[in-house]
């Protein structure tokens, strides 16, 4: 069975610094591994994905990733960041060898970015 | 519109009686999944179907919750003798027909049970 693993309920950083937000998975085959935001009030919303090829991902409003295969993680990051990007960040991981289309995602990062 | 809707958008009811949400998804998604999400947590799986048929069932919590998407387009959650634990925003999303592809989510339905 596959599961998603986002180790920190918060992270905060200033606006214009770096960010990461982490996540790990487990699947026992290969994994499709996607990033969603939510912002208050509103739906989930897609980011990026990752499902072959390059190991950094790069996906909407700046933001990417970097699959690592070694370390089963799939951090989210951004060089700069906004006051605008503060939401609740979701990892989500879809098992390739299934065959199914059956999504799993983490309990959520919320990133709040200050002024 | 263009994008996955949900109804109704809040809903509240009384312990032990029955509810229905309904999904329309994106027109053209063939895959549709519900999810559960609880105050401060990630969305729960429920089911997906693909097409009419429910190709993985392995989240609903109990047999009091049943969904059904008879005709491969619009969806309805139905749960029996609701309970206060059911009280959730309840997720439906869509996506194309390809394994790869992203999930497009609609705003929720809040479910309320007094």
């Known amino acids: 069975a596959q599961s998603v693993a986002q180790p920190e309920d918060q992270v905060n950083v200033a606006e214009g610094n770096p960010l990461t937000v982490k996540c790990t998975y487990s699947?026992?085959?290969?994994?499709?591994l996607f990033w969603y935001v939510q912002y208050p009030n509103r739906g989930l919303q897609f980011l990026l994905k990752y499902i072959t090829g390059d190991n950094l991902v790069k996906g909407s409003y700046g933001f990417e990733a970097e699959f690592n295969k070694s370390q089963t993680s799939f951090h989210l990051k951004k060089p700069s960041a906004l006051v605008s990007d503060s939401a609740l960040y979701f990892c989500?991981?879809?098992?390739?060898?299934?065959?199914?289309?059956?999504?799993?995602f983490g309990a959520g990062t919320r990133l709040f970015v200050k002024a | 519109g263009a994008g996955v809707s949900q109804t109704p958008s809040n809903k509240v009811t009384e312990k032990g009686k029955y509810v229905e949400l309904r999904c329309d998804p994106i027109s053209g998604h063939t895959a549709l999944y519900w999810y559960r999400q609880s105050l401060g947590q990630g969305p729960e799986f429920l089911i997906y179907f693909q097409g009419t048929g429910a190709a993985d069932d392995s989240g609903l919590p109990n047999d009091r919750f049943f969904a059904v998407r008879p005709e491969g387009s619009v969806s309805t959650l139905k749960i029996q003798r609701t309970e206060r634990g059911d009280s959730a925003v309840y997720l439906c999303a869509s996506s194309l027909a390809l394994q790869t592809g992203e999930l497009f989510f609609g705003e929720g339905s809040r479910l309320t049970v007094l």
């Open positions: 989500a991981v879809r098992d390739a060898n299934t065959g199914g289309f059956k999504t799993i």
């Open positions: 699947v026992s085959g290969n994994p499709y």
